[in-house]
């Protein structure tokens, strides 16, 4: 950013300080340096000379510490005095040369900027100048004491500056909320009204190569909320190209909804979004700039700007506007106009992206509410706990899955299960999955049964689909546990009936530390349509547990080395005992996360049943 009258781009007030606690004194005594070069000669009084240069050798300290704090990158500070020649008719004589020359100069403004460096697509609202336990007044200093103070995020860097004024402050206006936002929008110009220094700007963002335009396009890629595009869109834009930008989206119901409003003094937004909201820009295909009305410019009062519209126009449909205010010069330069036209086009198709994945997130809703029962059923004696985590980023779903389920007549059922494939079909399988083993239970099948018709299905629907694709065709393969509960009210306990298809085996814990699997492992359901399962039966006594678990628990991998190497689940399972369904749950899932580095690489799901100790 620019302040008016600021040469920040002379080496000579700009330094870059270590990223250590010798920071702050260094940008300190870059700030004296220049103000007192500015105040030797001139005709400033020492006690304002001496304030001037404590608040801002106070500002810059604080925000340079923030940026050690926050960032802990490289910083740059650049310093800048504004001065003023007096007239002779304000000069004493005594400072008036014979023949009137040589006024000496008043100083009237300090303006500084802190940079530091940032990663690539960092939006506002980091934690970067946030509150924080024991700090985070850095910016209340700002603007306590500053004339106007501002942040900008570039492409690298984000950049906080503040301008500190000789002359006091002007009083709030007395005035209606109109006349006060009228006075907001136009205290702070950002840009020089000089048309020759208009074009000078919008050259070297226009002239470099197209630079401006990349940067836009690698900041907005990948961006996958509307939201966070129009937050993106006004921090590119403002102020490079405009003093305030915002921008508007399109509703499901037709109207346009403003979805950021973004000024170059962080003060005045609310003020601009007061200004902008009760007039929304209408749907249009035209991707031009359109002239827009520049905010208060009614009321005659302050200095007025202009303005321009462009419509965010992808797939042929428009998705909302881009409305960009400079204040100064009554019309934009047209290479201006045109470098925002071209933002613009890529907003849109940022937009457009974003809710292209908005639509298949709630697909993936849709699907999560088929594949995973909205609440596991309560077993008399039978603490019951459930640990799923989809291993994709951003992602509800995957492709395990889980079931918990009354049966009538003191037994309940339960399953869990993995589906070979995390893309949607696949995720259909596993709600089919779930709603025919149901289904199946509840007509009196048997866990041998259950699983044998199941099999039956999808080794046909497998056969389907490669009559069907081809080659191309992709069978889906399943494994499952599966079992039956029926609680001994009496006794204590449960007896159970499991069998598993492919599955990491199930293992029982009795209260002795002592680790056991309780049934032996099968072939994939949906490989042999005529194959054949066998349950196990086996008593839960009180105080032990049962683990059921999914393969991204079992084969999460450290190296070469998998959790299960070496029994390396009956290990931790041991080391649960005495602890109910909840607590053995989340020590088995700690334990997934903690055996490797890396992110997981799979869904993980964990399934536990805890007989109650009477």
Not at 311 to 331: K, N
Not at 534 to 563: H, I, K
Not at 588 to 595: G, L
Request: one cysteine or more.
């Amino acid at each position: 950013m620019r302040l008016p009258s600021a040469d920040l781009s002379d080496p000579a007030s700009r330094r870059a300080l270590p990223a250590s606690q010798l920071a702050p004194s260094a940008a300190r005594a870059l700030v004296r340096a220049e103000i007192e070069k500015h105040a030797r000669s001139g005709a400033t009084p020492r006690q304002v000379t001496r304030r001037l240069t404590e608040d801002a050798m106070l500002l810059v300290s604080e925000l340079v510490t923030n940026a050690l704090v926050h960032a802990g990158t490289r910083i740059e500070v650049a310093c800048d005095v504004e001065t003023r020649r007096r007239k002779p008719q304000d000069a004493a004589p005594e400072e008036t040369g014979a023949a009137g020359e040589g006024h000496p100069a008043e100083l009237v403004a300090v303006l500084v900027e802190v940079a530091d460096a940032q990663p690539t697509g960092r939006v506002a609202g980091d934690s970067s100048g946030e509150r924080t336990e024991g700090r985070g007044l850095g910016l209340q200093m700002v603007g306590s004491l500053a004339e106007s103070w501002g942040v900008a995020y570039r492409h690298t860097e984000k950049v906080v500056w503040f301008r500190i004024a000789v002359s006091e402050l002007e009083p709030e206006p007395s005035g209606t909320l109109s006349e006060a936002m009228q006075r907001e929008l136009v205290a702070a110009e950002i840009y020089s009204a000089s048309r020759e220094a208009d074009r000078r700007r919008a050259a070297e963002w226009t002239d470099s190569g197209g630079s401006f335009l990349a940067e836009v396009s690698e900041l907005l890629a990948g961006q996958l909320d509307e939201d966070m595009v129009a937050a993106l869109a006004g921090q590119l834009l403002v102020p490079r190209l405009a003093d305030w930008c915002a921008v508007w989206l399109t509703t499901e119901s037709g109207g346009m909804r403003l979805a950021r409003v973004w000024h170059s003094d962080e003060r005045k937004v609310e003020a601009l979004r007061l200004a902008l909201e009760p007039d929304p820009p209408g749907p249009n295909l035209r991707t031009v700039g359109i002239p827009w009305p520049w905010p208060g410019h009614a009321e005659g009062s302050g200095r007025s700007g202009s303005a321009l519209a462009f419509s965010l126009v992808a797939g042929g449909t428009c998705l909302g506007s881009l409305v960009i205010g400079r204040s100064g010069p009554t019309e934009m330069t047209a290479s201006v106009a045109r470098t925002a036209e071209d933002a613009a086009r890529r907003v849109a198709q940022a937009v457009f992206t974003a809710r292209q994945y908005t639509r298949q997130t709630t697909i993936s809703r849709a699907l999560q509410r088929r594949q995973l029962p909205p609440a596991l059923a309560a077993l008399p004696g039978v603490e019951t706990a459930i640990v799923y985590e989809p291993h994709a980023m951003g992602q509800t779903v995957g492709g395990d899955f889980y079931d918990l389920f009354a049966l009538g007549r003191n037994r309940w059922a339960f399953l869990l299960g993995d589906v070979q494939g995390k893309d949607p079909e696949a995720m259909s399988v596993t709600g089919l999955t779930r709603h025919l083993v149901r289904l199946l239970a509840r007509e009196g099948h048997g866990v041998d049964s259950v699983l044998g018709k199941l099999n039956a299905a999808l080794a046909e629907e497998s056969a389907e689909a490669v009559a069907v694709g081809g080659e191309t065709a992709q069978p889906r393969f399943l494994s499952l546990v599966y079992g039956e509960v029926e609680p001994d009210e009496e006794a204590g306990g449960a007896r159970c009936t499991v069998a598993s298809a492919g599955h990491p085996p199930p293992l029982k814990l009795s209260m002795d530390g002592r680790v056991e699997p309780v049934v032996e492992s099968q072939l994939l359901l949906g490989i042999d349509e005529s194959a054949d399962f066998e349950a196990y039966p086996f008593e839960l006594a009180p105080g032990q547990s049962l683990l059921c678990v999914t393969d991204g628990v079992t084969e999460r991998r450290n190296g070469s080395r998998q959790l299960d190497d070496d029994d390396g689940l009956a290990k931790i399972f041991a080391g649960c005992t005495g602890l109910g369904a909840k607590a053995v749950a989340e020590r088995v899932r700690q334990a997934t996360h903690d055996f490797g580095t890396e992110p997981l690489e799979d869904d993980v799901a964990i399934l536990v049943l805890h007989a109650v100790a009477r």
